[in-house]
């Protein structure tokens, strides 16, 4: 009933900016919170940054500075904007959204969007 499409990823040579999109659609929903997590190669899952609907934000302690998530309500999208990228952030970028439907909380993620950091 509700997919979450990302858009953005891509080849960057480092220090170089990407920005990527997750837009939510399918069901009558509010969003909770919606967010940005990684996994490279070998490594633990782990939350970039998330966003509440009220416009609460949190990052990681490696990408603080670098990193800026927003979101627009009216379009049910949330961005990541990644500047300054480092070969360590290449990583699968998955959207995750905690919507509401009715009065219950569903977690959605998205496909996973690919970053590679290379020059």
């Known amino acids: 009933q509700v997919q979450l499409v990302e858009s953005g990823g891509g080849l960057v040579q480092p220090g170089g900016s990407l920005r990527l999109s997750c837009a939510a659609s399918g069901s009558i929903f509010s969003i909770n919170a919606m967010g940005w997590y990684r996994q490279a190669p070998g490594k633990q899952r782990e939350l970039v940054a998330d966003?509440?609907?009220?416009?609460?934000?949190s990052y990681a302690d490696s990408v603080k500075g670098r990193f800026t998530i927003s979101g627009d309500n009216a379009k049910n999208t949330v961005y990541l904007q990644m500047n300054s990228l480092k070969p360590e952030d290449t990583a699968v970028y998955y959207c995750?959204?905690?919507?509401?439907?009715?009065?219950?909380?569903?977690?959605?993620w998205g496909q996973g969007t690919q970053v590679t950091v290379s020059s």
């Open positions: 966003i509440t609907s009220g416009g609460s934000t």
């Open positions: 995750n959204a905690d919507l509401r439907i009715g009065a219950r909380i569903y977690d959605y």
